[in-house]
């Protein structure tokens, strides 16, 4: 066999794995919406397969075209659709993660929750011996979502296809033939992932509802609004601190309190250990001065997120 399908059969598996599990971590903020989840959830493996399928037609058209459709071209890219339908299987399995609550992770039956009523009415805060959970329920803010969007659309249909294949002409001069098509996989890839990765931002606009519940096993996160969702869950061993965003003496108190300050800000900063994103921010709508509250609460039970 040529070396050139050797490579294939090394690249494709891990490409394919890698974009799956990358699409599938994207997508998770739409596991509510049913095609994705038929899509990720139930039908994961007949999506796969469809996957695999065209990934392996589309080489096998390639090399057809330029060394024949000979029998050992067809056995070969029936191997190429295996290794890249499980590749791309194994990593949605794994980017997507399990959809279980975050109560079945830690038992609560005997624990006695305090509700805290001193707080304004949009913040609820929950405390027991395991866990405390602040409920936060704001406003959509729709003007930020419109800006946000046309950005995702120019640069969705404008910029990223443009910047894709001048990458993929710039890298093409530089590699050899049989590599050409690898490169359109993954500067496509990417493009997709950072397409996603606005297409979340974007989101973030138009949740109005949010529940941190931390215990000392993990940090969770959950987000609502206009039939999307986003749910996020970080192991206490991968968080180095969680802090205020912002940090002012007691004589700033009338700061603490501005609805300017705090309206569309998150309050609370986690530092993360590991990870390429270094830092997560959460808690909006929360006034300074009520977030370094829940902060104390949350050291006196976990000292451990203090840092």
Not at 140 to 154: D, N, T
Request: proline share 3%; hydrophobic share 50%; charged share 15%.
């Amino acid at each position: 066999m040529d070396n050139i399908y050797v490579i294939i059969f090394i690249v494709i598996p891990i490409s394919m794995f890698g974009a799956g599990f990358l699409v599938a971590r994207q997508l998770r903020v739409l596991e509510n919406v049913p095609i994705f989840s038929m899509m990720f959830v139930r039908r994961r493996l007949l999506f796969s397969l469809i996957m695999g399928f065209f990934m392996s037609l589309t080489l096998m058209v390639i090399f057809g075209f330029v060394d024949g459709f000979t029998p050992q071209i067809f056995l070969s890219f029936f191997g190429i659709f295996l290794l890249a339908t499980f590749g791309y299987y194994f990593g949605v399995n794994l980017g997507w993660g399990k959809s279980e609550s975050f109560g079945e992770s830690i038992s609560t039956a005997t624990s006695q929750v305090e509700t805290d009523t001193s707080f304004p009415e949009n913040v609820l805060v929950e405390s027991s011996l395991a866990s405390v959970k602040i409920t936060i329920n704001s406003k959509k803010r729709w003007g930020f979502f419109v800006m946000e969007a046309f950005q995702l659309i120019f640069i969705g249909l404008c910029g990223l296809p443009l910047l894709s294949l001048m990458a993929i002409s710039f890298l093409q001069n530089y590699l050899p033939q049989y590599l050409h098509s690898l490169v359109w996989l993954l500067v496509g890839g990417l493009a997709l992932y950072l397409f996603y990765t606005k297409f979340m931002e974007a989101l973030e606009y138009i949740f109005d509802k949010e529940i941190i519940e931390i215990n000392n096993l993990s940090v969770r996160i959950e987000k609502y609004g206009s039939n999307f969702s986003s749910k996020k869950e970080y192991p206490a061993e991968s968080i180095k601190k969680i802090t205020g965003l912002f940090s002012l003496s007691g004589t700033n108190a009338v700061i603490k309190r501005s609805p300017f300050a705090n309206s569309n800000m998150p309050a609370f900063m986690m530092w993360n250990n590991r990870g390429f994103k270094r830092y997560r921010t959460f808690g909006r709508a929360v006034d300074l001065a009520d977030a370094q509250r829940i902060l104390e609460m949350v050291y006196a039970k976990f000292p451990q997120y203090k840092g």
